[in-house]
């Protein structure tokens, strides 16, 4: 069975330093893992995916994720947290099977404090 | 990039009407889709995988007959919901796939919130 599992409900951090939000999964196969953001009353927005290239992902807005086998862990981080970034944010695990649909962590609420 | 446009993006009804909410893939063909619920500071729940031509596929506990999913166009999918209640009011988001990536990326659309009062 496929899961994912967010560690924290809800990070908070001031302007300008690093942020971490944890994320780990499990998976009978080989997982698609991906990262959504989502602002408020928003659909959702890609930041980034690993999909059994580069195990470091870049994103968009500076942010990237570590995707780590032994760990099984895919955690987000960005060197230097900006207003803008507060909002809710998504792990996200998807099967590799053709027609699989996504399935969602239950999310981490960043707050950013000037 | 790819964009998936979803109308009305906010609705409010009275209990016991039907409400159609629509999902379109603007610029690519998308032989499936899929419906999300969201409730208020919770996460996405998947309800059903919309396929082209074909019936819809139901999570466990989603009442088909209370959420209709049309998928008659491979750039339209709508999820009626019938005779709505209050304890419908919730965050409805597809997704769409792009049928001719072979690394078939979801792309979301913006949602649309249901009130029922």
């Known amino acids: 069975a496929q899961s994912v599992t967010q560690l924290d409900s809800h990070v908070s951090v001031s302007e300008g330093t690093p942020v971490l939000l944890r994320c780990n999964y499990s998976?009978?196969?080989?997982?698609?893992l991906f990262w959504y953001v989502q602002h408020p009353n928003k659909g959702l927005q890609l930041l980034l995916k690993y999909t059994s290239a580069a195990t470091l992902v870049k994103g968009i807005n500076g942010f990237e994720a570590e995707f780590k086998k032994s760990e099984t862990s895919f955690h987000l981080t960005k060197p230097s947290a900006h207003m803008s970034d507060a909002a809710e944010y998504f792990c996200v695990v998807r099967p590799n099977q053709a027609g699989t649909a996504l399935i969602f962590g239950k999310g981490t609420t960043l707050s950013v404090s000037s | 990039g790819a964009v998936v446009s979803q109308h009305p993006s906010r609705v409010i009804c009275k209990s016991g009407t039907s409400v159609k909410i629509e999902c379109r893939s603007l610029d690519f063909q998308a032989t499936t889709m899929f419906w999300y619920r969201q409730f208020p500071k919770q996460s996405l729940m998947l309800m059903a995988t919309s396929n082209e031509g074909s019936k819809a596929t139901y999570e466990q506990g989603v009442e088909k007959d209370k959420f209709l999913i049309n998928h008659a166009s491979l750039t339209l999918s709508t999820l009626t919901v019938t005779s709505a209640h209050p304890e419908d009011s919730s965050f409805y988001i597809c997704?769409?796939?792009?049928?001719?990536?072979?690394?078939?990326?979801?792309?979301f659309g913006e949602g649309s919130r249901l009130t029922v009062l």
């Open positions: 998976s009978s196969y080989s997982p698609s």
């Open positions: 997704s769409a796939r792009d049928s001719l990536q072979s690394t078939g990326e979801l792309f």
